[in-house]
């Protein structure tokens, strides 16, 4: 995680948000009394808000987990998916 103080990233602001968007990384900007901030892209906000969703819900989770397992095991096929004009 890439990391920079409250001046240097006021002085180069645009820089800095450019970076975080296209490397899909967060950016800790320090500040005094350690009451540092976190910048990051709403990419990425968003991925973590579903994920929080997902993740929250104890019968999302398990489904999950329990397809995770099946193709780990190889209990998993291949399907073509089919174009709404084919049905």
Do not use: C
Request: charged content about 30%; cysteine-free; overall charge negative.
């Amino acid at each position: 995680m890439m990391a920079v103080n409250y001046t240097q990233f006021r002085d180069h602001m645009k820089a800095h948000m450019d970076r975080i968007v296209e490397d899909y990384e967060p950016l800790v900007v320090t500040r005094k009394e350690n009451k540092n901030v976190i910048v990051l892209s709403e990419d990425m906000y968003n991925n973590l808000m579903e994920n929080i969703h997902v993740l929250g819900n104890k019968e999302n989770y398990r489904w999950l987990m329990e397809s995770k397992q099946q193709l780990e095991t190889g209990k998993s096929r291949m399907h073509e998916l089919l174009e709404p004009d084919d049905e």
